[in-house]
């Protein structure tokens, strides 16, 4: 199992026993309000965590979706994810999501640039992106905390439950590596 550590959470590999801890954040229309997923039915929920069970077992893994966890007493908090977009350019995204009740204490930021950084050291990203909605500005901050910049508003990016909406876009790009390093 995978597991990385910060000063308050453990971010690991979800398990199938994370089920009613996931569900009832995956479940919350405010919590989705934003995102192309969800609410959750239980059967999805399920679905996502079958799914993350699988990408974990993979031989080389080239996507994280890991549990928020609390170093204290392992209450998961959310999940957070950081994936390979193009191996050709280096590119990886990464989203995250906490329960309400976790909200405001620190832990999406915690948890951002702990897989911002993985996304770097594991992956070989050169740029790192992650897009939020213009009207989520916790999210937009989360991200302006960890180091990322906005790069700007792309219109009619998605559509959600119907409706098309724009992002704010967001990167962060590994300093140490310059485009002459491309093999």
């Not at 990385?4 to 919590?31: I, K, M, N």
């Not at 077992?57 to 549990?67: C, D, H, N, W, Y």
């Amino acid at each position: 199992m995978f597991t990385l550590t910060t000063e308050r959470l453990v971010l690991r590999d979800f398990t199938l026993g994370d089920e009613d801890a996931v569900h009832q954040y995956a479940s919350d229309p405010v919590v989705c309000r934003y995102v192309d997923w969800g609410p959750n039915t239980l059967a999805v929920t399920r679905e996502f965590l079958a799914d993350a069970t699988l990408e974990a077992a993979g031989v080389e893994r080239r996507s994280f979706t890991l549990a928020i966890t609390s170093k204290v007493d392992g209450t998961v908090i959310g999940s957070v994810a950081v994936w390979e977009v193009s191996a050709a350019h280096r590119r990886a995204e990464l989203g995250f999501v906490v329960n309400p009740k976790f909200q405001g204490q620190g832990y999406a930021s915690e948890a951002g640039s702990a897989v911002l950084e993985l996304a770097f050291a594991r992956l070989g990203a050169q740029r790192v992106q992650a897009t939020c909605r213009p009207e989520n500005s916790a999210s937009a901050s989360v991200l302006t905390k960890i180091g990322m910049v906005e790069e700007g508003r792309m219109r009619a990016h998605m559509v959600i439950r119907g409706t098309v909406v724009d992002s704010l876009l967001f990167a962060a790009v590994q300093p140490e590596i310059a485009s002459a390093d491309f093999a």
